[in-house]
């Protein structure tokens, strides 16, 4: 598809869910959950990432996210974030689908709390374990395309390489890897962590991701519900610019205005 | 309550007590939780949420009660 009259019809599918919108957002570091559903409303996103914590049962009675942020009209994916081993992230995840009542989730399993890069081994390990109990791990990973294949073959319903560490709003630093990954991968990659503006976002998409994974760009910057409009600005005209095509680069100018006919 | 009539429990890493014979849905209100809104983990065994209203506290019982929470 390349027609951009066919742009209203662009969707992508994970694990045999179809969405519009390729911006998936984070539901963590909000000044409040009205902030945080405002900025959700204004990013597009039909998908929202959140954790799985301890309830507080000395005060039962504090508001809730899902009070803000509607779990019938969002896709809640609940994440592992804060597990450094497969056990931990796999314990996590069964509480989550007891709590949610779906398998849809991300796995994510950290290296070390300085970077949190992913711990690709116990990642494989607890995507493997996950599979086999009938989840659908979307998985954070390392932005190596050897890796990937790895997490695709042991069943992950999508690839999630960081395009740098998370939180760190840096911007993707490897895009060669960025794009090995998605020619070589059969299932959706989305770019997750490391996005800090809108052009960031729309780098990903050019480089032909099927979405953006963030959090951290939209909860701090100064005025979040705008930063998550022009998120959703930005994954919508990269990915049109994905699909139109680029032009080549050249080495030198190439005039626009016919030379023919110059006074 | 006297304490013959009640279980000590451990919930989430603090000590509670919750009546003799009570299911884990009627723990859950006796905490003031909703069972249609947290997930419950019994001696590092999910409970699934079908079966709270069945299934007793037994004196001794480790909990892990989660529910979702804004996240990245």
């Given amino acids: ?263 | 309550m006297s304490v013959t009539e009640s279980l000590q429990i451990n919930v989430n890493g603090e000590t509670r007590r919750v009546s003799a014979g009570a299911s884990i849905a009627q723990m859950l209100g006796e905490l003031g939780l909703s069972p249609e809104r947290v997930a419950v983990e019994r001696n590092l065994e999910i409970v699934p949420r079908s079966t709270l209203g069945e299934v007793r506290v037994a004196d001794g019982d480790a909990f892990e009660i989660v529910h979702f929470v804004g996240g990245g």
Avoid: H
């Fill in chain 1, 1 to 263: 598809m390349n027609a951009p009259q066919q742009m209203s019809a662009d969707s992508w599918t994970v694990a045999g869910r179809t969405f519009t919108s390729r911006l998936i957002v984070g539901t963590g570091k909000y000044k409040n959950f009205e902030e945080n559903a405002a900025a959700v409303e204004a990013s597009g996103a039909e998908i929202v990432t959140v954790a799985v914590r301890r309830v507080n049962i000395a005060d039962p009675s504090q508001p809730m996210l899902t009070d803000f942020i509607d779990p019938k009209r969002y896709t809640y994916l609940p994440n592992t974030a804060g597990c450094f081993t497969a056990d931990e992230a796999i314990r996590t995840l069964r509480l989550a689908r007891e709590a949610g009542g779906w398998s849809l989730v991300k796995l994510e399993v950290l290296g070390e709390a300085k970077t949190l890069y992913p711990d690709m081994r116990e990642t494989l390990k607890a995507t493997e374990v996950l599979v086999k109990e009938g989840f659908q791990p979307m998985v954070y990973c390392v932005d190596d395309p050897i890796a990937a294949k790895q997490l695709e073959e042991a069943g992950a319903v999508a690839i999630m390489p960081l395009g740098a560490p998370i939180g760190s709003g840096l911007g993707i630093q490897n895009q060669v890897t960025i794009r090995l990954i998605v020619e070589g991968a059969n299932v959706p990659v989305l770019v997750d962590a490391g996005v800090g503006t809108a052009s960031d976002a729309a780098v990903a998409m050019e480089l032909g991701c099927d979405g953006v994974l963030m959090n951290t760009a939209i909860a701090e910057a100064k005025d979040p519900v705008l930063m998550a409009r022009a998120m959703k600005a930005a994954v919508e005209a990269g990915r049109m610019a994905y699909l139109a095509g680029r032009m080549g680069k050249r080495r030198y100018a190439d005039p626009s205005s016919p030379l023919a006919g110059l006074i």
